[in-house]
């Protein structure tokens, strides 16, 4: 079935979707609940990230992290109003010893940093903020650069022209370094739009800040898209996050609207076989947005002309397609791109007194990491299985620095043998070895491993996907979702915006030839990174495009987590 909505109908469908019968969790008996290994910083507070599972109460989950159900209340706002929805992300505070070492480490810092990666504020945006706790007004604020911007990225954030930027700041030329600081004027600039301010749906919502391209470079203002997504699925197989990732396909699209982009969205069910969309539909359509599953992926390529793109917007396995269909784009990076750049990142931090070592699961092979380790020159490489016992720490200590810093990555997603070498980290680090692991997403969604092993060895994590709850974009979409969900948004929510955002402005600001520019259009998202490139076979022919922007995060000893810049 085929729903046509036009974007003055998104706000009120994503409401319907997302707000119709809501059933309290407390009706249910709740199953047990397994604490998070994920830690955000939000706030100057640490909280743990936690997903709700179908039939989990407040109240388990409360005597399971040892926090009140108050507490909770107090971390998750709206909770009280919307109650708990299943695959819903809550943050739960961290108590104990995480609460006293953060302690610890917050009576050592005298000034907080706006993010993880940026300077502690300067003695002159100390007194700007002074001045204004006191009431008093500035004429001007600190932006600082982050690595991926530019001068006319900046202006036009804050509506400025790069000329007057440039001049406000006394800049003899456009070319900018990560961390410099430039002073934006408090006026007249607008940061919401007056329009916006007096939409009746959202009169307290901001709009989320997105990159529209000018009135000079637009070249479509009406946009015909494809959204297909598995709607209809045994209730089994269920996951509320495709509809999640609907609503916020919405909104993206809503706030393209609110730029002069009309979206016309007609949804189908992906779930049916055979897909319920005919070639001379996709011939008229500007965007085609999935379907998910990889076999689907290829019947709705089948149907497609050679000329239009078929995205592929969350299953992290179909970037093979890319290999043989020109036409194809693939958003999530795949697990061997993250294993490439944990690898990388390596090679960026290897000290001349440091030792690189791959450890392998003895008879299993990992090609992810072991055709590209030999990129960071001389390392050890160390094999063993899990019933070697006591052999295992007397056969690697030889291997091993005793000054220098020892860099690991587990050449390996079994998580019985993860689980064991990352125990095994833990006790050189006990025995006052220096220890680093580096790895990918699938180590974090093992659960049996201890998040306080992964903040003792330092992981370094690359990852497709990492939400900075410090960023304001982030903060504005969870406002909007809420005020229009009446719910917290899950991560399929943000892929939906992130997906549907970034190819709607491409193709609003290039027309037809969008595809042309996915290669130079490296954008940052919401909780994603878009950053493509096109696939070559053995033969030089050009295949489809796939997505090798990673997202790397570390686990510090405080028990923070804190995302780091990728060069």
């Not at 809501?22 to 009706?27: F, N, P, T, V």
């Not at 002309?305 to 784009?329: E, G, M, Q, W, Y």
């Amino acid at each position: 079935m085929k729903k046509l909505m036009n974007i003055a109908a998104a706000a009120l469908g994503c409401c319907l979707i997302c707000c119709g019968g809501i059933l309290s969790a407390q009706e249910y008996k709740a199953p047990e609940v397994t604490l998070s290994k994920e830690t955000v910083k939000f706030e100057g507070k640490i909280y743990y990230s936690h997903i709700v599972l179908e039939k989990q109460t407040l109240y388990s989950i409360s005597k399971a992290y040892g926090v009140t159900i108050d507490e909770i209340y107090e971390a998750n706002k709206t909770l009280k109003e919307t109650g708990l929805k299943k695959n819903a992300i809550i943050l739960i505070p961290a108590k104990g010893r995480e609460e006293a070492r953060e302690a610890a480490v917050v009576r050592k810092e005298t000034v907080k940093d706006e993010t993880p990666q940026e300077e502690k504020p300067s003695r002159e945006e100390k007194k700007e903020k002074r001045e204004q706790k006191k009431g008093k007004s500035t004429d001007y604020f600190i932006h600082i650069v982050k690595w991926y911007e530019n001068i006319d990225d900046i202006a036009e954030k804050y509506g400025m022209t790069t000329e007057s930027l440039m001049k406000y700041n006394s800049l003899k030329d456009r070319k900018l370094t990560k961390r410099q600081k430039l002073r934006i004027p408090t006026e007249p600039q607008t940061f919401i739009p007056e329009e916006v301010l007096q939409e009746e749906a959202v009169d307290t919502v901001a709009a989320v800040p997105v990159e529209v391209p000018s009135e000079e470079v637009i070249s479509k203002k009406d946009l015909n898209v494809v959204l297909m997504l598995p709607f209809n699925v045994p209730a089994e197989k269920h996951s509320e996050g495709i509809m999640d990732f609907y609503s916020g396909a919405l909104i993206a699209s809503r706030d393209l609207g609110r730029n002069g982009i009309n979206v016309e969205m007609s949804v189908y069910d992906g779930a049916s076989h055979p897909l319920p969309i005919t070639t001379s539909r996709l011939e008229g359509a500007d965007i085609a947005i999935g379907p998910v599953s990889t076999a689907s992926l290829k019947e709705m390529l089948a149907k497609s002309p050679a000329d239009k793109f078929v995205v592929s917007p969350l299953d992290h396995r179909a970037d093979t397609l890319a290999n043989r269909h020109s036409n194809f784009i693939q958003v999530p990076s795949s697990s061997a791109a993250q294993y490439a750049d944990a690898v990388k990142w390596i090679g960026e931090d290897l000290q001349a007194e440091d030792k690189v070592m791959v450890f392998y699961e003895k008879g299993v092979d990992f090609p992810a990491v072991g055709d590209i380790i030999s990129s960071v020159g001389s390392h050890e490489s160390f094999s063993y299985n899990i019933l070697e016992g006591r052999d295992v720490m007397e056969n690697l200590t030889p291997k091993l620095t005793e000054t220098g810093e020892n860099r690991i990555i587990i050449a390996s997603e079994s998580e019985a043998f993860v689980n064991d070498v990352i125990r095994n980290l833990n006790l050189l680090i006990h025995n006052k070895y220096k220890v680093t692991l580096y790895g990918a997403a699938k180590i974090r969604s093992f659960d049996t491993i201890e998040i306080d092993n992964l903040h003792n060895t330092k992981f370094h994590a690359s990852l497709s996907y990492y939400i900075d709850y410090d960023r304001p974009e982030v903060m504005n979409f969870l406002m909007q979702y809420r005020a229009l969900c009446g719910t917290e948004p899950t991560p399929y929510a943000f892929q939906g915006y992130d997906t549907m955002m970034y190819f709607g402005t491409l193709c609003s600001k290039f027309g037809d030839k969008w595809p042309d520019y996915l290669v130079t259009e490296q954008k940052e998202m919401l909780q994603s990174d878009f950053r493509f490139k096109a696939r070559t076979d053995s033969e030089g022919e050009r295949g489809g495009y796939v997505n090798y922007a990673i997202r790397r995060i570390v686990y510090g000893s405080d028990y923070s987590v804190s995302r780091q810049v990728n060069p």
